[in-house]
């Protein structure tokens, strides 16, 4: 029987930051709104230079050195990105595979928004259990910055760019495993947060309930009011779901890492669940909403800080675009 295992972490963040006080120049916002809306006070943009291909081999190369192995013996590569390089090919995994010097093995994007690290860990964890590889590359990269309207208010000063990598390799020891990534969607909000493109088909009118104006400009468009209270009802019942699965006590869990989109839908979580604040990890203050790089870079910022320690007990949630929204449990 093979387990699952998060092997390493690693993340790279582009090097300009904006700080809130930036946005006050152009549009109607403060940073007082936005620090009290969302917790967000910096988010960092990558150079037109890079794309997230850029940031996700730069995340990925540091996995792969941190797990103490060679690129040669990575045998899948899988991206989560909503902001890859190219549309619809070559993929990112692709891209960032080649920069790495890896060849003739696969490599494919998922698309799962901000859920995308958790969709990750499902397939990463299906793969390695059904012993069809050994050592996984999954990666969350993203630039944000090249899909936001940036006279929407609304939406542009959320986010921000980053990747977040990890090798997910085979062991036979349960306790330094996965032990359960519960995800799931539901395409009848797909058009509350989405982008999309002159050429993309319009979805049906029964594809939601809420029938708002779609601009077709490519841009990130979301109805952050909506989404932000399906979110918390999901997250809630969710991480719910699969403690009880798992006969877990909130109060066993080392580090609740969510992904990063809101202050207040992580608390709304850690509330629910009674958590303390010291295992909540936060860092939305410091980069935004990273989409698939969030729930990884916030993994590597614990790390970098010597607060994660070898067995510590993880609980990761994600809700993105979709909707996506899943959740897992996992040992260091
Ligand atoms: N500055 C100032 N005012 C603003 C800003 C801004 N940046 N943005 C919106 N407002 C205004 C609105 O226009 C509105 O004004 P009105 O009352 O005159 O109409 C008012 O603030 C309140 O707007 P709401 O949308 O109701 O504000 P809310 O408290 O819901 O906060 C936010 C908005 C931060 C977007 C929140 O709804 C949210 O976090 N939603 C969830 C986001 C999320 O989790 N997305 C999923 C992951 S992302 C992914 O998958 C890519």
Redesign the pocket.
């Known amino acids: 029987m093979y387990y699952a295992s998060l092997r390493s972490i690693a993340s790279f963040t582009p090097s300009r930051c904006v700080p809130n006080s930036e ?1 006050e120049k152009t ?4 940073d007082e ?2 620090t009290k ?2 917790g967000i006070r910096t988010r960092y943009f990558a150079l037109d230079s890079q794309g997230s291909s850029d940031l996700g081999v730069e995340a990925a190369r540091l996995a792969i050195k941190r797990a103490n192995l060679e690129s040669s013996d990575i045998d899948l590569v899988i991206c989560a990105t ?1 902001s890859p390089d190219f549309a619809a090919m070559p993929s990112n995994a692709c891209l960032i595979s080649a920069k790495l010097g890896i060849q003739n093995i696969p490599a494919f994007d998922i698309s799962a ?2 859920t995308g690290f958790i969709y990750l860990l499902k397939i990463a964890k299906s793969f390695i259990e059904s012993g069809a590889y050994q050592n996984i590359l999954i990666i969350g990269a993203e630039k944000v910055s090249s899909v936001l309207d940036f006279s929407d ?2 939406t542009c ?2 986010f921000g760019d980053g990747a977040g990598a990890a090798i997910i390799s085979r062991t036979k020891d349960k306790a330094e495993s996965i032990l359960d990534v519960h995800i799931s969607a539901n395409g009848k909000y797909a058009d509350l ?1 989405m982008t999309p493109q002159k050429a993309d088909k319009a979805p049906s009118k029964d594809s939601s309930d809420t029938n708002h104006d779609i601009h077709y400009n490519g841009k ?1 468009q ?1 109805k ?2 909506e ?2 209270k399906y ?1 918390v009802r999901t997250l809630i019942a969710d991480v719910e779901h699969i403690l009880s699965k798992n006969a877990i006590s909130p109060k066993d869990i080392t580090h609740f890492i969510p ?1 990063q ?2 202050l ?2 992580i608390n709304a979580v850690g509330e629910q669940l009674a958590l303390k604040e010291s295992q909540i990890v936060l860092t939305v203050q410091k980069y935004g ?1 990273t ?1 698939a790089a969030s729930i990884p870079m916030a993994i590597d910022e614990i790390y970098r800080e010597h607060r994660l320690k070898k067995g510590d007990l993880l609980l990761l949630d994600a ?3 979709g909707f996506t929204w899943g959740s897992a449990l996992l040992h260091f």
């Open positions: 946005f549009l109607d916002t403060s709104w936005i809306r969302t909503l928004a901000c208010r609304g000063v959320l947060l990130l979301m952050g009011n989404v932000f979110a992904h989109a809101n207040r839908i909403n989409s809700f993105g675009g």
